[in-house]
């Protein structure tokens, strides 16, 4: 295996995404779809749409779960891509808190170089910021290239987080060797990816979507970072997007703790690496969309058409697999300073309105596309006078009445 593999083609992959293995076990077929942030204006919904496979494979040899179709990165990442980290305060406090996390952690010296790849908004770096670094972030996409000018201009970083993005990159191996280079010796690189037994354990196929080429467990991680020189010392699982894990790479070589030991033999207690890693897992999501649509189909019957409540990127997967269209969803309410209002979901062309619709009309019932955050949104939305009943779809289909 040569590094220079990790940078996958366009089109069909066919080979394992860190090992290069040609065993890829079949899990989960959720048809062609539309990308999921390709939201469309009025004036396009009489334009042809572009869709793309989208199925989840298993590597029989490291375990990395993964998907088969590589989408061109400026047609999933296009100048209108409708993603703010900062409006979410639970993303605030987390990546701010990550920066806290890093500094105090590995006792940066005032005035370190800290990056952020695929920075976004920049909350992450306002919390580098607040703690005396001095924070960079990148928002083109990363490249031994842009490393060597990134060294030029401001020097070797201390630094490098890669949040909710790290599963995105299809050149991985131009952005690892990038990450090498510009990191000083004993430096810390830190990613943040959604975590596969969470995935697993809670049916969430709605997560799989073409942004999200990888599922990360810990033993494909350690594999791929060993490729770069990097020794992965540190694992941490937070609660962002339904379940993810945050890890800690040096450079050069270092010990692990005794919490990554502990994650590794609870991974190898669930067989997440074994053939039965997904057993009962199709099954599980083709019930969650059975049951969706029999409730929707029931109240679309009896007049009552069902809103659904946040429009995260994920919500396309669910929406699309699950045949649910403007019969039995009229729109998808979104908070009034969401840069989604007025466009509409992709492949179904549901409507993205303001909530202020939501809290006027009153529904018998909402679905929390949002499930993921369900309690403190519910919250929110009680507080704010909704008085419908909340259907949650995942892990498993409820109402929740109160």
């Known amino acids: 295996m040569t590094t220079t593999?990790?940078?996958?083609?366009?089109?069909?992959?066919?080979?394992?995404?860190i090992c290069g293995s040609g065993g890829l076990r079949p899990v989960l077929d959720l048809g062609h779809q539309p990308p999921c942030d390709s939201l469309l204006t009025g004036a396009q919904l009489n334009a042809a749409e572009q869709v793309y496979p989208l199925r989840l494979l298993q590597c029989r040899d490291c375990g990395l779960a993964q998907i088969d179709y590589t989408v061109p990165p400026e047609i999933l990442f296009h100048p209108d891509y409708p993603y703010r980290s900062g409006i979410t305060p639970s993303l605030v406090r987390n990546l701010q808190g990550t920066a806290?996390?890093?500094?105090?952690?590995y006792r940066l010296p005032p005035g370190s170089l800290c990056m952020d790849i695929g920075s976004n908004d920049g909350t992450?770096?306002?919390?580098?910021r607040t703690k005396g670094m001095r924070p960079l972030g990148i928002q083109a996409f990363f490249s031994e290239d842009v490393a060597r000018k990134v060294i030029a201009s401001h020097g070797?970083?201390?630094?490098?987080t890669a949040t909710n993005m790290f599963a995105h990159v299809p050149n991985l191996g131009d952005l690892l060797r990038g990450v090498s280079v510009l990191l000083a010796e004993g430096g810390v690189f830190v990613t943040e990816s959604h975590y596969l037994p969470d995935l697993i354990a809670t049916a969430q196929y709605d997560s799989i979507y073409h942004e999200h080429l990888k599922y990360y467990a810990l033993k494909p991680l350690i594999r791929l970072f060993a490729y770069y020189g990097f020794s992965v010392t540190d694992a941490e699982k937070i609660s962002n997007y339904g379940g993810s894990i945050r890890v800690y790479a040096i450079k050069g070589k270092a010990a692990p703790t005794s919490r990554l030991a502990e994650y590794l033999a609870?991974?190898?207690?669930?067989?997440?690496?074994?053939?039965?890693?997904?057993?009962?897992?199709?099954?599980?999501?083709?019930?969650?969309?059975?049951?969706?649509?029999?409730?929707?189909?029931?109240?679309?019957?009896?007049?009552?058409?069902?809103?659904g409540i946040g429009c995260p990127g994920r919500s396309s997967t669910l929406l699309n697999y699950c045949n649910i269209d403007r019969d039995l969803m009229?729109?998808?309410?979104?908070?009034?300073?969401?840069?989604?209002?007025?466009?509409?979901?992709?492949?179904?062309?549901?409507?993205?309105?303001?909530?202020?619709?939501?809290?006027?009309?009153?529904?018998?019932?909402?679905?929390?596309?949002?499930?993921?955050?369900?309690?403190?949104?519910?919250?929110?939305?009680?507080?704010?006078?909704?008085?419908?009943k909340i259907v949650v779809p995942l892990p498993r289909f409820h109402i929740v009445e109160d």
């Open 266 to 307: 609870a991974e190898d207690a669930a067989g997440i690496y074994g053939p039965d890693a997904f057993a009962g897992f199709a099954d599980l999501v083709r019930r969650s969309k059975l049951d969706l649509q029999k409730f929707l189909i029931e109240q679309a019957l009896a007049g009552r058409p069902v809103p």
């Open 5 to 17: 593999q990790h940078d996958l083609p366009l089109g069909v992959v066919r080979h394992c995404q």
């Open 156 to 160: 070797h970083a201390k630094a490098i």
């Open 124 to 128: 992450l770096l306002k919390g580098f």
């Open 330 to 388: 009229p729109y998808i309410a979104e908070q009034s300073s969401s840069l989604k209002l007025g466009l509409f979901l992709p492949g179904k062309h549901i409507p993205i309105v303001d909530e202020a619709r939501l809290f006027a009309e009153q529904p018998d019932y909402a679905v929390m596309l949002s499930w993921h955050y369900a309690a403190p949104i519910i919250r929110n939305m009680r507080q704010k006078g909704l008085r419908s």
């Open 100 to 105: 806290a996390t890093i500094v105090d952690t």
